[in-house]
């Protein structure tokens, strides 16, 4: 089971970018890398899932200003954020892109990093 670790949320102005970074115990290839996360009181939700062949997957919310990449680490790239981006932000692994984005196959989680949009 991976061991992942997630870097990079802190407190930005809407309207601001942060980037996220998801670092693996061990080989990733083979999984399905994703982005989720938590906001006060909500349920957990899908942000944008990656395949090993770089196939991409975004929830509606986040489409055309977020970026998902893999190169090692699975990264982030979050433009244009809006105080609804407000969350905790975590790095997830599994086998099914379909899974995943209905937040179900999940094989490992990382404790999460929380991302603060100020208005």
């Known amino acids: 089971q991976l061991q992942l670790t997630e870097s990079g949320g802190g407190l930005v102005q809407a309207g601001g970018s942060l980037r996220l970074s998801c670092t693996a115990s061990g080989y990733t290839e083979g999984y399905v890398m994703a982005w989720f996360r938590q906001a006060p009181g909500k349920e957990r939700e899908f942000v944008a899932a990656?395949?090993?062949?770089g196939l991409i997957l975004y929830a509606d919310s986040v489409k055309g200003r977020f970026t998902i990449s893999r190169d090692g680490t699975v990264d982030l790239q979050m433009n244009r954020l809006e105080a609804e981006d407000t969350a905790v932000y975590y790095c997830?692994?599994?086998?099914?892109?379909?899974?995943?984005?209905?937040?179900?196959?999940?094989?490992?989680w990382g404790q999460g990093t929380q991302v603060t949009v100020s208005s």
């Open positions: 997830a692994a599994g086998a099914s892109l379909s899974s995943m984005r209905a937040s179900s196959g999940i094989e490992s």
């Open positions: 990656i395949t090993w062949r």
